[in-house]
């Protein structure tokens, strides 16, 4: 209840600060006999990992997971999974700056203004390290769910995918087609824009940005592809509802909307609605997609597209009004190596926040509904 | 599990179809000695209703809620507290036309992938006529938060109060003042928008298309005032992610965002981050309130705002390409009465999910913090 | 959270009191196309209602159940089911006499303590008249199980069965088999007790106790027969535990044990253990069943069997000891009717709280397990 | 919703296999600034480790547990609590001669029943190992209620105090007044009976038994005291009955009562109800405590007692008949080294159960009723 919870029956709960012992995430409600290594798990790591480009926080964090727990012969058990990833040793020092100020648009006031007191070290819980037990523990989910093919979706069974990208930057747009995107293209370069012209402007921009010692905000495209017609509960657990808190949960994140959200508020019913037709193998399809992949709240068969928005991080190195513990005014110059853009790296996150929605009511529909 | 509730610690279960028996909600948790009356509660019903202007559906539906439980001598009783509007008897003739046909961009089809059949009179569980449960239950969390102060965000105590309103239809935009909005000022005209010019060519707007037989979409501002500091979970139950979920789990809603949300995008963290400062009676405030009132998920404060789109509702009487339920190709012409325009009644429903979000953050906050 | 819902999938929320609008109840998850009709739920309601035999009380209350949502052309539809019994007027007079009085070893106190003020009627929440929504809800899942057959627990495919009966009243105990007991077994005399000699006793002592103007416990031996191996969660949601905390969750219930319970205490491991052995059919099964159908809390194919204590009931027409709400000592003779022993009424609320424990087991392993 | 989690708002999450990497719990919702330290965790974990006594397993395992997140300056934070303790290396031979065969009695058929597949080591998940998690998060429930009292029961406000004791071992009984009982009166012998010449002759009971290779049961009677008068929610989840469960959820428990329990079936109503009294502080209470401290599963403010009942363990060192996972009938003589009687460990661990439960609905009632 204290929200350090997410999903109902793969449902995982996420632990640890930016510094102290360690941060994880134990996942409980895991099918048994999912076969994957930590070298699996790995892989979305690195994607999510501080350091990986010259765009990014240049800080080293060791982001290594290790399974303690539900998991045996390669396997997973059906018992709790524990991943975790120590913090290594820092220097206070780095950090005493922030302990009696708070950083303007940061959590550090309303933490204390909740408990009383706060970990002033690296934002404490607040800090984005945590996305990286989200990302851990999806990786286990997006196994499973790989094995899984959406009937109506398309003719191949590749099983069900989550390949987000970097859709903009700052005023910068790239220009994609959701539905041909493949992750290669996604990871062919270190924005993860797969328009690769529009992909190197964009980081034009960032560096530009980071020289300012200042922060820029962007949009996250969010794909799902081959989601079977029929997940998602038809009220107040809608998979868009869900996918909207998911990615809302996410530091930074001040909006989301599926399908043409904002973009359909100017037109007609007539023109928004998708209509009906029955495809060569006998599927009922959509001839568009504006809905983005659901009706009612419960999947359709069709893509998943969903966009996120996330704003230009908090902490920036130029000196900003502010006051300190005591109410007192004050500047404050921040020192520490922030990304100057989080969108990169939050790519892996978005997918990750999918992968965990669409596996819970994956089983949620089966203990129900097959 | 199946997605009938919402909240943790006021917790309500929302029933029923558009036709059958009856449409209400179980609201458990709920604290003891609330003084409120039907009457009160039905004030929000009214706000709701359809047929209450010519802009809305000529429909008239009983939304009459009795209240059969967990309340003694005016007052809740802590126990659970049963809210029912009865339905009125129905000519099922009036459906028998969506019986075997699937409405582009309806639920019909999703229904039937998820449950094999689906009651097909007049939308069953996916009717927006289940959200007068929500405004009922949310009646009763209103009340009580009508009696909570925030300390910081500005100077009368006022109790925490819901001032939603109409802000866009189609392409047309009011411009209104969320920080100085009254609930009068809403309530001034059958469209909800408090700048009366812009209001009468929405007015103006939502008739044309509803001469067209069709739908039109729009946006509407949430706005929350008085919220004390320190609400809301830190990792996955934010406010910010708790009020989207609340959002996009209405019947049409395709986006949400808080703040500056989407217009951030194209911002510097220098401009968009809001400084601290101390106001004459103490509190920490900030000198622009660009984060929506809530920083790493917590509130600060400050007034809550948040942006909701609606798409234009998919039930329109122009002829549509569909296919039947056999996966025929078919056209539909629908022959019911709808709302050309779902945002007038819309208006208390975001109201009402924004109480049931604060409300449950309060309860919870109360127990772990104070 | 306030303890008035049951179950994670198959999850029921119950309401009302015992005067008042209504009791009734919310069933959640349930799977769609079950078909069933009020009748049969009728049924299990006719085995609790009150006034049905000499040796219950004479009140007659309307425990007519009608399902007013989740339900369409006889089957249920995957939404919520709302199954409601109205409440008859009554004469608040028969009640004025408990308004400022604590019954002795009634709830009375404790709610005032809790909640600052009660609905004195009747016990209001109290009231064991809100088992008959627990009855009507399990009525559902009992339908649903009867068509799941156990693998292992012998033979003949007859899907879950529930036959609790009555084992013991006061000191006189019944000498029944429960591998061999039937339904019809159970329902073959007024107090429910297949020993058909030893019934006759108890319904004497029943019957002598009423006529003191007191009350009498008893015991209820629980029985649940042909449930599939691996049901239960290993860890804090055994079977075991779940079914404890599901009877001792009945009014009046002070006891629980599975298996051999409180008389495996004097046993060495050696005597207690059940030895595995291979039937015909290559089922794995015990020799014994001592462990009581479950090991490590999770179902083993053999029949599960448990028993469950009633205190006395405290509401007697004796004249007692007491203080009012003022603290001032002052004697009680309640004149109202009540039940001189419950037991043979609360045997259909044991075999409904049984499968409520079964089904949500059932479907929890279906979704992770399956 | 895989039940390794107990506890709506102090809400623990249990993982760990007795091999593989680690045993451990992340507390959820625990209050910010309960000062504690590593040592006090540990103090109660000794209680419960093996190798303490002459009649415990002779088994050294490394029950040191690490605070690794959620804890700053000697304080809880509010955040999410990791406990940790690490598993030693092990001999996986010594488990060998398990990892085809189903031990009588213990759950290694039903895991394979229900998952497909088992970690054989040491038992998995179903390892007693497991409780160590709980009682380490009980710790601090336990220093956080120290300081609550109880209003009604007693005069002196010492704060809510978890002192179990053991009654009962094979069908020796203690003779102990549970009102007077102190904790340090529980630890004056390596059983863990006030009673200290039926403490002797139960230590030497186990005595035989392990020397006879075999094992015995027992009950622990539970006691709770200075509990304010209004915890517990009134329907489901009664104290009574999340006692309950807390209890049968402890590996080898089979039983549970509250009050008279079983004690209860012979006695009229008359004779069992509890008489109100007011006492001199002008606090409700009553002149006997048939019930155990909870009346319509809500505190009254009298001491809570109850008993729960241990089976002989399973693993026992002489032979038995069984049959290997083929189905092929073998026999098994167990050469580990367990523990002949559970019950001294097994009394930090009803402390613990009873301290989570306590602790949860204290938090509920907080936040709902105060």
């Known amino acids: 209840m204290a929200g350090n919870s997410f999903g109902q029956?793969?449902?995982?709960?996420?632990f640890g600060e930016s510094h102290g012992g360690a941060v994880g995430v134990v996942v409980d409600g895991c099918p048994p006999g999912i076969e994957i290594t930590e070298e699996e798990i790995q892989v979305q790591l690195d994607r999510r990992k501080p350091g990986q480009s010259k765009i990014t926080t240049p800080r080293k964090e060791p982001d290594i997971v290790k399974i303690l727990s539900g998991y045996f012969q390669g396997k997973t058990t059906g018992t709790p999974i524990l991943l975790i990833a120590y913090n290594e040793e820092f220097e206070s020092d780095d950090y005493l700056e922030l302990k009696d100020v708070y950083r303007p648009s940061h959590a550090d006031f309303t933490y204390e203004a909740k408990y009383g007191f706060r970990d002033w070290r690296g934002s404490?819980?607040?800090?984005?390290?945590?996305t990286l037990a989200r990302v851990a523990a999806a990786a286990i989910a997006q196994k499973y769910l790989s094995a899984i093919g959406g009937s109506a979706s398309g003719g191949k069974n590749t099983g069900i995918e989550f390949i987000s990208y970097v859709e903009q930057v700052g005023d910068i747009k790239a220009n994609v087609d959701f539905n041909s995107v493949t992750a290669k293209d996604v990871e062919s370069n270190i924005i993860r824009c797969p328009d690769q012209k529009v992909a190197e402007r964009m980081i034009e921009l960032v560096e530009k940005v980071k020289a300012d010692g200042d922060s820029i905000g962007g949009i996250i495209q969010g794909v799902i592809k081959n989601v079977p017609a029929g997940l998602g509960e038809p009220v107040f657990d809608k998979i868009s509802a869900d996918l909207g808190k998911a990615m809302l949960s996410i530091n930074a994140v001040k909006g989301f909307d599926i399908g043409l959200g904002f973009r359909s508020v100017g037109m007609r019913g007539?023109?928004?609605?998708?209509?009906?037709?029955?495809?060569k193998s006998g599927n009922v399809r959509t001839k568009t997609n504006n809905a983005g992949g659901t009706l009612g709240g419960i999947s359709s068969g069709e893509t998943i597209h969903f966009?996120?928005?996330f704003k230009p991080v908090s902490t920036i190195k130029k000196e900003?009004?502010?006051?300190?513990?005591?109410?007192?005014a004050t500047k404050l110059e921040a020192s520490g190596r922030h990304d100057p853009c989080v969108l990169p790296r939050a790519v892996p996150i978005v997918d990750a926040m999918g992968a965990l929605v669409i596996m819970d009511h994956y089983l949620r529909n089966k203990a129900q509904n097959s």
């Open 307 to 309: 966009r996120v928005v």
């Open 270 to 279: 007539s023109e928004h609605n998708d209509a009906f037709y029955t495809d």
């Open 320 to 328: 900003q009004d502010t006051v300190n513990t005591k109410g007192e």
């Open 9 to 14: 029956l793969f449902r995982i709960t996420t």
């Open 124 to 130: 404490g819980r607040a800090s984005a390290r945590e």
